[in-house]
Antibody
Framework: QVQLVQSGAEVKKPGASLNVSCRAS????????IHWVRQAPGQGLDWMGI????????SYADNFQVRVTMTRDTSTSTVFMELSGLRSEDTAVYYC??????????????WGQGTMVTVSS | EVELTQSPGTLSLSPGERATLSCWAS???????FAWYQQKPGQAPRLLIY???SRATGIADRFSGSGSGTDFTLTISRLEPEDSAIYYC????????FGPGTKVDIK
């Protein structure tokens, strides 16, 4: 079925890098942009950036511009989000999301299950 | 950056009552690119409304959205116990931003 499946929970030390994957299935991977959104414990949703799986081009939110890199592997229909220089404030659930239904006009109608990342020494 | 403000922070109502959630944008947003999401504990957000007033697939008709410019509203006409959740507004016309959320508690 149509779904986004993310990699499992991670525990990282401050200063390390994080790599979260999001595998798409049930639809044509290269047809739909994928976003990354994070949610700190008890907090709201924070948009991180967007990647075009077709050509790999990406655009990042100002807050993450320096530390985030989004890539894709078309052979496995997977996008990756790498966040470097981790600090305790990066402890959060990270989601990938996309728009599958064209009439949704870019709203995020398909979400991954989320990946819990804990940054702790 | 377009900032979104939601009110109230928390809404506590009884089953069958009507809930009205508000979202204000710091600058005018195209209603074509405005959405509402519902998030329950431990779950990913779920799209309720897109284009300010169109219900997403499978969303009950007790959920409705309205508004334009800088003022948008989500209405839940007859609350049910399963509507207990946090509701976020989002604009995706100029970048992508979410509001801080409104928590709806069902008494």
């Amino acid at each position: 079925q149509v779904q986004l499946v993310q990699s499992g929970a991670e525990v990282k030390k401050p200063g390390a890098s994080l790599n979260v994957s999001c595998r798409a299935s049930g639809y044509t991977f290269t047809n739909y942009y994928i976003h990354w959104v994070r949610q700190a414990p008890g907090q709201g949703l924070d948009w991180m950036g967007i990647i075009n799986p077709s050509d790999g081009s990406a655009s990042y939110a100002d807050n993450f511009q320096v530390r985030v890199t989004m890539t894709r592997d078309t052979s496995t229909s997977t996008v990756f989000m790498e966040l470097s220089g981790l600090r305790s404030e990066d402890t959060a659930v990270y989601y990938c999301a996309t728009t599958i239904v064209p009439t949704a006009m870019g709203a995020f109608d398909l979400w991954g299950q989320g990946t819990m990342v804990t940054v702790s020494s | 950056e377009v900032e979104l403000t939601q009110s109230p922070g928390t809404l506590s109502l009884s089953p069958g009552e009507r809930a009205t959630l508000s979202c204000w944008a710091s600058q005018s947003v195209s209603s074509s690119y405005f959405a509402w999401y519902q998030q329950k504990p431990g779950q990913a957000p779920r799209l309720l409304i897109y284009g300010a007033s169109s219900r997403a697939t499978g969303i009950a008709d007790r959920f409705s959205g309205s508004g334009s410019g800088t003022d948008f509203t989500l209405t839940i006409s007859r609350l049910e116990p399963e509507d207990s959740a946090i509701y976020y507004c989002q604009q995706y016309g100029t970048g992508f931003t979410f509001g801080p959320g409104t928590k709806v508690d069902i008494k």
